[in-house]
């Protein structure tokens, strides 16, 4: 599980009004503090989930550098260290299709218009930072990208992402399997 490790039906959105790439940020972080709210542990008052402090993280990551991965998909991505996001056992994530596509500084200078943002608890940060690659290299896959582009609904890229998940999952099956019959063949 990989697109799906982190991300929820609930938290796709299509259609999504933006105009730059700071606006997409805004929003990103907007959803993902809503998103938090949605898992936060009642003990924790839905108040922690301040979407300033999502939005701030983000921007902070991209003046690092541009988090688009070419081919008009961009995945921001950031640690977050307040309370709220401590509180969850993993990260969270929103993916958005927007209206239209937004500059968004991509290296190949094309536009945006596929966010994948993901926020991770700062003390689980090093155990989940391997899958950003792996997210990325899904998400770079000019076929999935095509597919994504002519869904028409939320449900239709659920859909999408989970059989790709479980195609990932059927070859690591078939992968260990492989390997458990060449040791006894050895």
Partial sequence: MLLTEFLTAENIHLDTP????????????KLLADAMRKQLPEEIGSDEACPIACFDALLKREKLGCTALNNGVAMPHAKLANACI?????????????EQP?????????????????LFPEQSCNH???YLPKIAE???DKNIIKQIRTAETEEDIWQLFCYLDNQEEQAEKAEKTEEQANEKTE
């Fill in 18 to 29: 933006a105009s730059c790439k700071k606006r997409t940020l805004e929003i990103a972080g």
């Fill in 86 to 98: 401590q509180s969850l056992e993993k990260p969270i994530a929103v993916f958005m299709k927007l």
């Fill in 102 to 118: 937004v500059d968004y500084e991509a290296q190949d200078r094309k536009e945006v218009d596929l966010i994948y943002a993901i």
């Fill in 128 to 130: 989940y930072k391997a």
């Fill in 138 to 140: 899904k998400l770079s």
